[in-house]
């Protein structure tokens, strides 16, 4: 069995909205493991983005645990929480978020500037991450030079930057188009498959989130279903269909030529 | 900002010029001083003008008198000589000297208390002008210079102030002298002469050994020269115009000038008594000057305090807002850069060191503007330092009383002492907005827009 990096017990988050009071999340029990990828659906309102800011502790929990590498964040105050932030826990936005008066490069060391690295070090990781997401030559360029998908990716470079234990994506793919949609989802689950990054993302697209090992479907602050995703048969290459051998790289199944 | 450098610029000038107007008014004041005390042993003994004194009137008309009124004309109208004996110049000297025989008065020297006299003569030259005056025209003379002729004896030039202290140039009279004139500056450009020229005085030449400054006991067209000189030059042997009387102290002045009195009743008798009054009149008035220098350089202060602290509460202002402004602008950067691990601390610095840098920047264009508008600005916000309001003028030191544009500099300490608040107010103004945004809640910050 694989360790478990994150690991909620019966998590509660209501806050008031004007007079009313907000039940965001009532009791979510969730565990992940190492190297997994998960997808959180679920329609709007239904306490995807409350979860995924609890799990990033960028906001905190009215009651409940959140173990992440066995510590629970939910008790720790705000001077030890952006250690968390800063070295457990990547974070990418649907709008990405990058620093529009800092090029690519200077976009993804940010995380590190706070971190015992020396500047070429950092110099040589971001320029590392940016080759990874596939922007090499790329990295002097200001956000507003790029495309919507580069953006997204440089951001997730940043994410990356100080080797989290977690990536967290709320609804990555929100603001791309099909093309860089499909292209985001590859590299996610390539992170995912080659580098072994435990992946939590939101989403309320089904295709993105079918390319993921488990699919999460919140509904009024409850997980209500729980399915098994098209990535998990990639990465143990075996056609979910027929059952053959397939490539990671294959986008059908060689033998019964269903779509994977 | 730049109203926060003008103002302490405008100050220092202000400051400068009452410090420059002080200056004048406490060195006038010993000098006033120097003078009283040189001057309160003496008397100062002449015939008197007019009237009773030349013997118009017959009851008065002794030898004695009369001998002094020969030559009354001397000092008063048309140099030396030139009517002896006309008697109807004397009428109108008003209150002039006229000469006196010499010998008459050698019995003032053996008065208890006396400690030494100097006989002077004194001898206007100049041009003669008439004058309409009550529907009757009179003879005037506009003097070019005045001959004073002063015994150049040692024991008495160097010890009593009868000759002028302030040599601009060249030397003083001094005992033994003959021959040699001591110019003021006017007779030097009259006579287009300087040390070492000679000069022709009523046909005689002269030798001029230096030039004395105005003073209070030199007058600006007085020359100086051997009491012997000058009697021979003005035809008037024998005589003298006044007699200077120092008493051996100064307590006893009044019973000297009374024995002058009785022993000579036709002399008038002055004791410094009266000039010292003067001085301390005039001593009294440059206190108030300078107390009503003083009282302006405070009212100045205040109104540049006020000006400042309303410069200073309106800039923190200014950069309070702009700053809340722009943590409202960039919320969701803040909600990113703590998403990503800045801690608070770091959120707060980068934001005061912003408004820091920012007010920095205003600093900069702030002593760019003041540099060039500093006189406008301070002479605009400040009241000028004028103990005298305005009309009232105080000779060579009525220039001290107002800062002109050259005076209004702006020093590199007070740049530097500007450049320094701006970047105390920056700090002091962006300490809340940085407070706020590094306590903005990230998920928070991330939903706004």
């Known amino acids: 069995m694989s360790e478990a990096v994150l690991k909620i017990e019966n998590l509660s988050k209501s806050y008031t909205l004007g007079k009313r009071s907000v039940q965001a999340l009532s009791g979510v029990n969730l565990k992940v493991n190492k190297g997994e990828f998960v997808a959180i659906m679920g329609p709007s309102g239904s306490g995807k983005t409350t979860l995924l800011n609890v799990l990033g502790c960028l906001d905190k929990p009215t009651s409940g645990r959140i173990l992440l590498d066995e510590v629970d964040v939910a008790k720790l105050p705000e001077t030890e929480l952006y250690k968390i932030r800063r070295n457990k826990i990547g974070f990418v936005f649907q709008t990405f978020n990058l620093l529009p008066y800092l090029n690519a490069i200077e976009n993804v060391e940010l995380p590190m500037e706070c971190t015992k690295k020396s500047k070429s070090e950092r110099r040589r990781r971001a320029s590392k991450l940016l080759e990874m997401v596939g922007l090499s030559g790329r990295e002097g360029h200001r956000p507003q030079r790029l495309s919507a998908g580069e953006q997204q990716r440089v951001a997730i470079a940043r994410a990356l930057a100080n080797d989290p234990a977690i990536l967290l994506a709320d609804e990555p793919t929100g603001n791309l188009d099909t093309k860089n949609k499909q292209e985001l989802v590859k590299l996610l689950a390539s992170l995912n498959l080659n580098q072994g990054t435990t992946i939590i993302i939101v989403t309320h697209d089904g295709q993105v989130a079918s390319h993921t090992e488990r699919m999460l479907l919140l509904k009024d602050g409850k997980i209500i279903k729980e399915k098994q995703g098209l990535h998990l048969a990639k990465k143990k290459l075996m056609c979910p269909h027929c059952g053959s051998r397939i490539q990671v790289s294959d986008t059908s199944c060689p033998s019964c030529k269903k779509r994977l | ?449």
Not at chain 2, 40 to 56: M, R, V, Y
Not at chain 2, 104 to 126: F, M, T, W
Not at chain 2, 177 to 183: A, K, T, Y
């Open chain 2, 1 to 449: 900002m730049a109203i926060m450098i003008s103002i302490p610029a405008g100050i220092t000038a202000n400051q400068a010029s009452t410090q420059n107007l002080t200056q004048n008014l406490s060195n006038t004041i010993t000098q006033t001083e120097a003078s009283i005390n040189q001057t309160l042993t003496q008397i100062t003994c002449s015939l008197s003008s007019g009237f009773e004194g030349f013997g118009f009137n017959p009851g008065n008309f002794t030898p004695g008198q009369f001998g002094g009124g020969g030559n009354f004309n001397l000092g008063q109208f048309g140099g030396g000589g030139n009517v002896p004996g006309e008697f109807g110049g004397g009428a109108f000297s008003g209150g002039g000297t006229s000469a006196m025989n010499e010998t008459l008065y050698s019995d003032i020297s053996s008065i208890e208390n006396v400690a030494a006299v100097v006989p002077s003569l004194q001898a206007s030259e100049g041009t003669n002008q008439t004058v309409e005056m009550f529907g009757r025209s009179f003879t005037r003379l506009v003097p070019d210079y005045v001959i004073e002729g002063i015994p150049l004896n040692s024991s008495l030039v160097d010890n009593y102030p009868i000759l002028p202290t302030n040599i601009t140039d060249g030397r003083n009279l001094q005992g033994g002298d003959s021959g040699v004139v001591l110019l003021s500056e006017n007779n030097s450009k009259f006579f287009d002469a300087g040390v070492g020229d000679t000069i022709t005085i009523l046909g005689k030449t002269f030798e001029v050994v230096g030039v004395h400054g105005s003073s209070g006991v030199s007058d600006r067209t007085t020359l100086y020269m051997n009491l012997s000189d000058a009697q021979v030059l003005t035809n008037n042997t024998g005589y003298i115009t006044s007699l200077e009387v120092f008493a051996s102290s100064s307590s006893v002045v009044t019973e000297v000038a009374n024995a002058v009195s009785s022993l000579h009743p036709e002399l008038s008798v002055v004791t410094a008594q009266q000039r010292l009054e003067q001085l301390q009149a005039m001593q009294t008035s440059y206190n108030t000057a300078l107390q009503n220098a003083e009282s302006t350089l405070n009212q100045t202060q205040t109104t540049a305090f006020e000006e400042i602290v309303v410069a200073v509460a309106a800039t923190s202002l200014i950069v309070l807002f702009v700053m809340l402004y722009t943590v409202r602008e960039r919320t969701k950067e803040i909600g990113t850069l703590k998403a990503i691990g800045f801690s608070n601390w770091t959120v707060m610095s980068q934001f005061m060191l912003e408004g820091v840098l920012l007010s920095l920047v205003a600093g900069v264009v702030g002593i760019a503007i003041a540099s060039v508008a500093a006189p406008t600005l301070s002479s605009l916000l400040l009241p000028s330092v004028n103990p005298f309001g305005g009309s009232v003028r105080l000779g060579a030191n009525a220039g001290a009383s107002n800062p002109s544009a050259a005076t209004i500099a702006i020093n590199p300490q007070l740049m530097l002492l500007a450049f320094g608040a701006a970047a105390l107010l920056g700090a002091l103004g962006s300490l809340y907005p940085a407070w706020r945004a590094s306590r903005t809640r990230p998920a928070e910050a991330m939903r706004y827009e």
